[in-house]
């Protein structure tokens, strides 16, 4: 049975920094590319980021909103993956849902497995 | 990057009824368009990916269509646990992949 169990949520500063993990079982991790999606309390659906397996050259993609701020890795020997969250705004307030591409291909790529979610406050 | 534009933003229907939600791309997509399902409280569920293809799982009575910019996700006969918020998601090309601003199915 494929898991993803997110941990690390909680309040924080604005300017602080936070790291989510995503404790992955059930699948290839090496081989999936995995995703950070967030909601905002209220709000649909935003994409934050990608990170590729190793075969895809592990690359790293990330939204607007978070580029240079937000961090995406992976430690495929303790199926991980975390997300560095530094210079947090009141904004970035959501919560954080880790998701896994497992039955996806690169070149048809979608969400399959998705965690519960971990809330990530962001207040003074 | 590519906007995701869904409607309606909500609607309410019964139990049995034919029920037909619209995502529009800013740019072709050609087929690369996931529909998710999330109810409240939960993470969300993929129903449908590559426009038309159903997730292992999933009822028969959700059904996608569509190809370049213009996409359709029919629930057949809308069901009690089919009360949700229903978003699309692009998958073309290069990241960000970004979602529609969601569908919210309430009952009548």
């Known amino acids: 049975e494929v898991q993803l169990v997110e941990s690390g949520g909680g309040l924080v500063k604005p300017g602080g920094s936070l790291r989510l993990s995503c404790a992955a079982s059930g699948f290839t991790f090496y081989n999936s590319w995995m995703g950070w999606v967030r909601q905002a309390p209220g709000k649909g659906l935003e994409w934050v980021g990608l990170?590729?397996?190793?075969?895809?050259?592990?690359?790293?993609d990330y939204a607007a909103p978070v580029q240079g701020r937000f961090t995406i890795s992976r430690d495929d020997s303790e199926n991980t993956l975390f997300l560095q969250m530094n210079s947090l705004k009141t904004e970035d307030t959501a919560v954080y849902f880790c998701s896994a591409i497992v039955k996806g291909t690169p070149s048809n790529p979608f969400f399959d497995y998705w965690g519960q979610g971990a809330l990530v406050t962001v207040s003074s | 990057d590519i906007q995701m534009t869904q409607s309606p933003s909500s609607l309410s229907a019964s139990v049995g009824d034919r029920v037909t939600i619209t995502c529009r791309a800013s740019q072709s997509i050609t087929t690369y368009l996931n529909w998710y399902q999330q109810r409240p409280g939960k993470a969300p569920k993929l129903l449908i990916y590559?426009?038309?293809s159903l997730q292992s799982g999933v009822p028969s009575r959700f059904s996608g269509s569509g190809s370049g910019t213009d996409f359709t996700l029919t629930i057949s006969s809308l069901q009690p646990e089919d009360f949700a918020t229903y978003y699309c998601q692009q998958s073309y090309n290069t990241p960000p992949w970004t979602f529609g601003q969601g569908t919210k199915v309430e009952i009548k």
């Open positions: 990170i590729k397996s190793k075969a895809g050259g592990e690359t790293r």
């Open positions: 590559a426009a038309s």
